[in-house]
């Protein structure tokens, strides 16, 4: 039990010293990472996502696949050595933000690293949680402890009163 608690408080420590280190933006120099930008960060990746698809869909309307292939293509039957062309205008692609270089390279990876930077945070307050349970329940047992030894002292004070003599 004393091993688990140490490991878990140099598991906190740990992740409060990187988390100050990386991130200085309040007070104690530790960044709050919020449920509602996590939020935000998720709904970009989707917007994402779905520009992926709606360009892959584009690449194939515009390929040199026929129709009847082009489900074989989405499901992966797509014959090593077979080569797929498109010819796509920029018009067609003006409106997929996602295919520039900041949104890849920038973007994407902050993102994730973002949701991933809330979910360690709160499995570290989950943590602290966890911690501060067993230390109430450890300061618990010990006054119930404590309690016991006092209880068991005064029956035997009361005990060794009744059953001695005593001379004057």
């Known amino acids: 039990m004393v091993k688990q608690i140490s490991v878990i408080i140099s598991f906190l420590l740990f992740f409060c010293f990187l988390g100050?280190?990386?991130?200085?933006?309040?007070?104690r120099g530790v960044r709050k990472f919020t449920s509602e930008e996590a939020v935000q960060r998720l709904a970009q990746i989707e917007v994402s996502l779905q520009?992926?698809?709606?360009?892959?869909?584009?690449?194939?309307?515009?390929?040199?696949?026929?129709?009847?292939?082009?489900?074989?293509?989405?499901?992966?039957?797509?014959?090593?050595?077979?080569?797929?062309?498109?010819?796509?205008?920029?018009?067609?692609?003006?409106?997929?933000?996602?295919?520039?270089?900041?949104t890849q390279n920038i973007g994407f990876p902050n993102w994730v690293t973002y949701i991933n930077a809330y979910l360690l945070q709160q499995e570290i307050?989950?943590?602290?949680?966890?911690?501060e349970i067993k230390i109430?329940?450890?300061?618990?047992?010990?006054?119930?402890?404590?309690?016991?030894?006092?209880?068991?002292?005064?029956?035997?004070?009361?005990?060794?009163?009744?059953?001695?003599?005593f001379v004057d």
Do not use: C
């Open 20 to 27: 100050s280190a990386a991130f200085s933006s309040d007070t």
């Open 51 to 102: 520009e992926y698809r709606d360009f892959f869909d584009l690449i194939l309307k515009h390929s040199s696949l026929p129709e009847d292939q082009r489900l074989a293509f989405y499901r992966s039957k797509f014959k090593t050595g077979q080569k797929l062309t498109a010819q796509i205008s920029p018009d067609d692609i003006q409106g997929i933000s996602s295919l520039d270089w900041s």
């Open 125 to 131: 307050e989950l943590l602290k949680k966890d911690l």
């Open 136 to 165: 109430l329940k450890k300061q618990n047992g010990q006054a119930e402890l404590k309690e016991k030894i006092h209880v068991m002292e005064k029956r035997f004070l009361e005990q060794f009163a009744k059953d001695s003599s």
